[in-house]
């Protein structure tokens, strides 16, 4: 893509991580379907401000999940 990977690219938009990414947002849909309807950095922002639990062990698993990607890709 050419573009930075900050927390929100990382987060919202990068195309290496979309199935990882699926799995995270439709977890977070069944809790919140106001999501979907917020910007790429408020949903940064969301995600980064948690305090469900269940919400920040997708999102553990969703940042563990890209990192491996990542390394594999890498090598």
Same mark, same amino acid.
């Given at each position: 893509?050419?573009?930075?990977?900050?927390?929100?690219?990382?987060?919202?938009?990068?195309?290496?991580?979309?199935?990882?990414?699926?799995?995270?947002?439709?977890?977070?849909?069944?809790?919140?379907?106001?999501?979907?309807?917020?910007?790429?950095?408020?949903?940064?922002?969301?995600?980064?401000?948690? !305090?469900?639990?269940?919400?920040? !062990?997708?999102?553990?698993?969703?940042?563990?999940?890209?990192?491996?990607?990542?390394?594999?890709?890498?090598?």
């Amino acid at each position: 893509m050419n573009a930075m990977e900050d927390e929100i690219h990382f987060l919202t938009k990068c195309p290496l991580y979309s199935r990882e990414r699926d799995d995270l947002f439709n977890m977070i849909f069944s809790v919140n379907n106001n999501f979907v309807s917020l910007g790429d950095s408020e949903k940064a922002n969301w995600l980064l401000m948690q !305090e469900n639990l269940d919400i920040l !062990e997708a999102l553990g698993i969703y940042i563990n999940s890209c990192f491996e990607k990542r390394n594999n890709n890498i090598r």
